[in-house]
Nanobody, 126 residues
Framework: QRQLVDSGGGSVQVGGSLRLSCVAS????????MAWFRQVPGKEREGVAV?????????ADAVDGRFTITRTRDAAKTTLYLEMNNLKSEDSAMYYC??????????????????WGQGTQVTVSS
């Protein structure tokens, strides 16, 4: 059974760093596209960073230069990371891993991602 499990969230001060992880299991033929989204209450879920299986990446303007998306793969699983540096209060949100095993357009359209993690909370305070 395919599964995405997010972790690594927490509370940090402005200017601090966090690394989120997403373990993807059950994807027999790999993952074409993996991405991070975030959402605050009352607002739409927004894309943060995306990567394809070739190593190409894209970032939302708000995080470009501060966040880095990477992934590793072994026989049993793929792990997606989001390294977040120089965090700002506006980065506070629930962060979600998303995946598409079939194709990747390096987009932030929600409809392009059929699979989602459960989310991990990031809180940045001054």
């Amino acid at each position: 059974q395919r599964q995405l499990v997010d972790s690594g969230g927490g509370s940090v001060q402005v200017g601090g760093s966090l690394r989120l992880s997403c373990v993807a299991s059950g994807y027999t033929y790999g993952l074409a596209c993996m991405a991070w989204f975030r959402q605050v209450p009352g607002k739409e879920r927004e894309g943060v960073a995306v990567s394809n299986s070739d190593g190409d990446t894209d970032y939302a303007d708000a995080v470009d230069g501060r966040f880095t998306i990477t992934r590793t793969r072994d026989a049993a699983k793929t792990t997606l990371y989001l390294e977040m540096n120089n965090l700002k209060s506006e980065d506070s949100a629930m962060y979600y891993c998303a995946a598409n095993s079939a194709y990747c357009l390096l987009s932030f359209k929600l409809s392009h991602y059929p699979d989602w993690g459960q989310g991990t909370q990031v809180t940045v305070s001054s």
